[in-house]
């Protein structure tokens, strides 16, 4: 399979890979997927009193589409807001990187992982109660 | 180290034609062009016994009979061959078949489309090494049974079935054996005569020859097996293959049978060696890794190996420099692993991170150890990624985590 120049970048460059602490109630945490789909992301942000997302953070197993897709959002989240970064859809990655049909699913995958992990930092602030982050 | 990239490390896909046989197949393009089947001038007598030369060699590979050589296009044809001429030409005695689930698609797909047909076939289920029991075995065999295949060594992870055992089964129930050993050929002892085997299909591409030839071996005493033919035509290859044959073809055929004849101990001693080094390598860099399939009765040449908390595309897309296959053909959204490699058992992340490293003739220490060093480098960068590995570092049970499937 032939990948696109953009998709090997975020491969071999990945950025912001890493985790933060998943306990910080300024932190949201979002894991989706399952391993015998062959991906799980896991995407994290820290985000200010004001709202804007300061950090982001991920880490995935799955095949080089899904790694650059989560790459990507990770840049894009940083310096956003919060509310904006709800509207991030995973046509603009597929665009961005130019996934072929078969790896879309790569693409969707981490639009819920940005959803995912704003809801969890939208629990976790608006009720300032621990909830078990993730799956 | 001075290693030449991309390394190939796919010979269980195909090999390179040794240019000992690019040599000795080179006249018969176009000086000794001559149809095998003209009997009136000296053209179709030489091409005649430059066959009949490669029909020895490839049968003395196997220690059959010049005669009992069909040759074929490659194992497609001759797993096609074996299978279907015959369920037909046996139709009257009983309908019924006996195979195994990890068998090559050429020989499921025959049997499925017998099924369509009617056909009853009993799929053996495999252990976790790959091997079936070869007690149910004997129980599934029926007065209608007509033919029983196992292939020799597993494509995917080299594991040996017991063919000798498996012969002697056939032999003793009056039912046919045909053994699809297109993997095994230069690389294990194959004997038609010991090992009871009646049908064997083989392909030239699997040992240094040339794509595009085989042959089945057809039995021809104790019992004599016929087949009915699927290509119809002039009657070439005693009725059974019609179509005139691919002489430059199989001469690089017989010229690679001779080579891994005489080459044989070196050779498979010599995989051998670079193989365990490979595995041993591998498995004291990243300890974690799991090697698939039976460790003792297997091919040579071959190791499956899974490397858990890595997905194997992404492992595959970072080992650029190096050719070998993947057990997850993620290529769909249907994400589908390896059918052999859950037939063995193993869950689906294990079958997605497996990849299959297959040895040949042209290796090197130094490409073993390049190879070693490239997969140590790129499962640690991945894993540092992976959040599967984060959590078994933190002592997260992977299997008790309610995962979103998708």
């Known amino acids: 399979m032939a990948y696109s120049d953009k998709v090997i970048d975020h491969y071999q460059n990945p950025r912001n890979v890493g985790s933060l602490d998943k306990n910080d109630k300024n932190v949201g945490t979002g894991v989706v997927g399952a391993p015998e789909c062959g991906d799980v992301m896991k995407l994290q942000i820290q985000v200010d009193d004001d709202g804007k997302i300061t950090d982001a953070k991920f880490k995935t197993y799955g095949c080089g589409s899904a790694i650059a897709s989560s790459s990507l959002a990770t840049e894009w989240l940083k310096g956003a807001m919060v509310d904006d970064a709800l509207e991030i859809k995973n046509t603009q990655i597929v665009e961005e990187l130019s996934l072929p049909p078969v790896k879309i699913h790569c693409s969707v995958l981490a639009e819920d992982a940005i959803r995912a992990a704003i809801q969890d930092y939208k629990a976790k602030s608006g009720t300032a109660t621990k909830t078990e982050a993730g799956a | ?406």
């Open chain 2, 1 to 406: 180290m001075t290693v030449k990239t991309p390394v190939y490390m796919d010979y269980s896909a195909t090999t390179p034609c040794d240019p000992r046989v690019v040599e000795k197949m080179l006249p018969y393009f176009s000086q000794e062009f001559g149809n095998a089947a003209s009997r009136n001038h000296v053209f179709g007598w030489k091409a005649e016994s430059a066959v009949d030369e490669a029909r020895e060699q490839v049968a003395a590979l196997i220690n059959a009979h010049p005669k009992e050589i069909i040759w074929t296009s490659g194992s497609t044809e001759a797993n096609n061959l074996a299978i279907k001429g015959a369920a037909e030409m046996y139709r009257s005695k009983g309908q019924h078949m006996i195979s195994c689930v990890t068998e090559h698609k050429a020989v499921l797909d025959p049997l499925h489309h017998l099924e369509s047909e009617g056909f009853e076939v009993t799929w053996m289920e495999v252990d976790r090494q790959g091997h079936i029991d070869l007690e149910a075995l004997g129980k599934a065999i029926t007065d209608k049974t007509t033919l029983i295949s196992f292939m020799a060594g597993n494509n995917e992870t080299g594991t040996l079935h017991a063919i000798k055992e498996i012969g002697r089964i056939a032999k003793d129930r009056g039912v046919l054996f045909h053994c699809d050993a297109t993997q095994a050929a230069g690389r294990i002892p194959l004997d038609v005569m010991d090992q009871g085997i009646d049908l064997m299909s083989l392909s030239a591409h699997k040992f240094y020859g040339p794509k595009g030839v085989g042959c089945l071996y057809v039995r021809r005493k104790s019992p004599r097996v016929r087949l009915v033919p699927i290509l119809d035509g002039g009657g070439h290859e005693r009725g059974m293959r019609s179509g005139t044959l691919n002489v430059t073809g199989l001469v690089g055929m017989g010229e690679a049978a001779r080579i891994a004849r005489e080459d044989f101990d070196l050779e498979t001693s010599k995989l051998a060696g670079l193989r365990d080094k490979l595995e041993r390598d591998i498995l004291a860099a990243l300890p974690d890794s799991v090697v698939n399939g039976d460790p003792e009765n297997r091919l040579p040449h071959l190791s499956n190996i899974s490397f858990p908390y890595v997905e194997g595309e992404s492992l595959i897309m970072g080992l650029s420099d190096i050719a070998v296959s993947s057990g997850s053909a993620c290529t769909s959204a249907s994400l589908e692993p390896s059918y052999v490699l859950r037939a063995l058992g193993l869950g689906d992340e294990l079958a997605h991170s497996s990849i299959r490293f297959s040895l040949g003739r042209f290796n090197t220490a130094e490409e073993i150890e390049f190879v070693t060093e490239q997969v140590t480098k790129e499962v640690t960068r991945l894993r540092e990624m992976s959040p599967l590995w984060e959590m078994a570092q933190e002592g997260i049970d992977l299997s008790k985590v309610n995962w979103t499937t998708h």
